[in-house]
């Protein structure tokens, strides 16, 4: 059985930083692609960030680009996103998902990943 655990989450005055983890166990995390989404209230779960499987290739959406990095440590079965620089905007619930086939690079997506955290919730004041 697959479960998914994120932390890490918590309130942050704008520019400020935080690094959510989120822990796998119950599948091999070097064998498949790794995303975080998050969702604000009355919107849309949206993608944020993914690191490829094995940890290679990574992505992430225009607005976060050059203040979060996303990173794995396989041996540790272990995903982080290190976000730093944070804005209001950014206030959401994080969800860390784990894709559904092995060997395959991470996508926006949400179908395509199988197993999904309970999310922590990260709250940036202005």
């Known amino acids: 059985q697959v479960h998914v655990t994120e932390s890490g989450g918590g309130l942050v005055q704008a520019g400020g930083s935080l690094r959510l983890s989120c822990v796998v166990s119950g599948r091999n995390i070097y064998r498949y692609s790794m995303t975080w989404f998050r969702q604000a209230p009355g919107k849309e779960r949206e993608f944020v960030a993914s690191?490829?499987?094995?940890?290679?290739?990574?992505s992430y959406i225009d607005s976060v680009k050059g203040r979060f990095t996303v990173s794995r440590d396989n041996a540790q079965n272990t995903v982080y996103l290190q976000m730093n620089f944070l804005k209001p905007e950014d206030t959401a619930l994080y969800y860390c998902a784990i894709r559904r086939n092995q060997f395959i690079g991470g996508t926006s997506h949400t179908g395509d990943y199988d197993y999904w955290g309970q999310g922590t919730q990260v709250t940036v004041s202005s």
């Open positions: 690191s490829n499987w094995g940890g290679g290739t990574t």
